[in-house]
């Protein structure tokens, strides 16, 4: 027996050092294995028809017009996505997996290569990346001088730090993103840096060719505060936070980054010159209706508007119920005009913008809107039919030498 031990007690500790080099990683985003270009398509003027006004000489006559047109700025993506938890070996040898049909998590298109998904952090507008810095290692104070943070003039750098006749000091350029608080600090200065001017009117070749009162700029599509617009109720907008998530080990706190949502499908009155009159979807046909609408049980009264229009008349009442908790309702519409819209309103396609450091990319984060834990149903997207994910990305159409021209997006996905 003691032999025994005796031989076998180096191999347990061989063991017991192996094991100790095994250590759990942090994930960080990683390309999807397959991306699938489905299809394209763009704003339809044919679908529209050319209106027309008598014309009569002698008369003066007021009129008021509408108009669409499509954005030179962004571009839309839409679809599904499925995955697989792997157990892999460095050579990519599966030891075991486990199919997603409805994933989690968050995709991202990145302007570039990302390979320092380590200091990702929120695009800020108004970055000031300039600090005054000590270049003598004997002088006092030494290193950076955190009390200059974010000045933007050269004279008072020096009026500043060489108050005492220490000339050691000169103006620099980096950006310090996170909360200089954190204890231990991480790596957070950043020589190369993005901000909303940079990103509307850089030289970069996917910066957006906007000018400063573009309807459709960058500020005017995610908001700074974070917020995103929920709904419309008593007469006003209810706006949220965007939710929390997680970038490989780097929190994205609810609200912190520049935000938006994209639009989902509402049963909507489109007679409404707003469109703030509006059924939700969880708002359904009981079962107690003439017979006429008895077959259109469980659905919304844009699917009864879509099968049965000559419903809606002036004595008709709707008796409605709360898909969520079974409360009920009459409503009578009369001749209103509900249909399935693109609306503003609603909080599943979330998308908020970021950055990394030592880079001008910017990376368009959305999350997958199965991350609310229902992955059981699926939500209508823009087009009434249901998605796991809506984006959009910058790309400059405007008139000039970009016009022509695409812009290339690296897609990472993040599942759990």
Known sequence: MRFALKNILPIIILLIAVISFVYAVPTVPTTPDVVRRLEDERFNVSQHGVPSLEAEAGNVTRIWLYGLTQTQTWQGFYGEIEGTITLDDAQNWTFYDWDMVEPQGEIYAASAIVTNWETVHCLNYTAQPNYCLNTSANSTPAGMHQGSYFTDNFTDCNKTMNASG???????????????????????????????????????????????????????????????RANFSTGTNRWVNHSTFWVGSIEITQGTCPATDMYEAICMNVTSP?????????????????????????????????????????????????????????????NHKYRYVGSE??????????????????????????????????????????????????DDGHAGPNQDTTTPYYFYVEIE
Not at 215 to 221: A, F, L, S
């Open 345 to 394: 309103y609603g909080v599943n396609f979330q998308e908020v913008l970021l950055t990394v450091n030592h880079s001008r990319t910017i990376i368009y984060a959305t999350i997958i809107e199965n991350d609310q834990g229902d992955n059981n149903t699926d939500v209508i997207g823009f087009d009434n039919d249901t998605h796991d994910f809506q984006l959009i990305v910058g």
């Open 274 to 334: 707003d469109r703030r009159d509006w059924i939700p979807n969880w708002w359904r046909m009981n079962d107690t209706q003439t017979p006429d609408l008895i077959q259109f049980h469980n659905q919304t009264l844009c699917d009864v508007f879509l099968g049965l229009p000559s419903a809606f008349n002036d004595s008709m009442f709707f008796n409605l119920s709360d898909a969520r908790n079974g409360a009920q309702t009459s409503v009578n519409l009369s």
């Open 166 to 228: 220490n000339m050691n000091f000169s103006y620099n350029y980096f950006y310090w993103w996170d909360d200089p608080t954190l204890t231990p600090r991480k790596n957070t200065t950043t020589e190369i840096w993005l901000n909303l001017s940079i990103l509307e009117f850089g030289s970069e070749t996917w910066s957006l060719g906007l000018i400063w009162n573009d309807y459709d700029g960058v500020d005017e599509t995610f908001n700074s505060s974070g917020q995103i």
